[in-house]
């Protein structure tokens, strides 16, 4: 899967598909919960176990395109560090 800008997911990261209600990519279903590997700085593959994405095999196929803004989101909630003081 190409994204048009750095993705930001890590190898193993379990990510949730979602569709928006539109037509899902065929080989995925919306709200399901994937792992990524990753291929590139804006390219990964999804996989069914973490397992299989840190090892990078049993790729999840997808057969068709889907119609409108497709998301992958990730499952856990991300939290950012946003100020450092000094004590």
Do not use: C, M, P
């Not at 919960?33 to 990078?56: E, I």
């Amino acid at each position: 899967i190409g994204f048009s800008t750095f993705h930001k997911f890590k190898s193993g990261e379990q990510v949730i598909y979602l569709t928006g209600g539109q037509e899902n990519i065929g080989g995925i279903t919306t709200t399901s919960s994937y792992y990524v590997s990753l291929v590139g700085l804006t390219t990964v593959t999804l996989h069914r176990t973490q397992g299989d994405a840190l090892s990078g095999v049993n790729t999840v196929g997808l057969n068709n395109y889907g119609i409108g803004k497709q998301t992958l989101q990730s499952y856990y909630q991300r939290h950012y560090l946003h100020r450092i003081r000094k004590a």
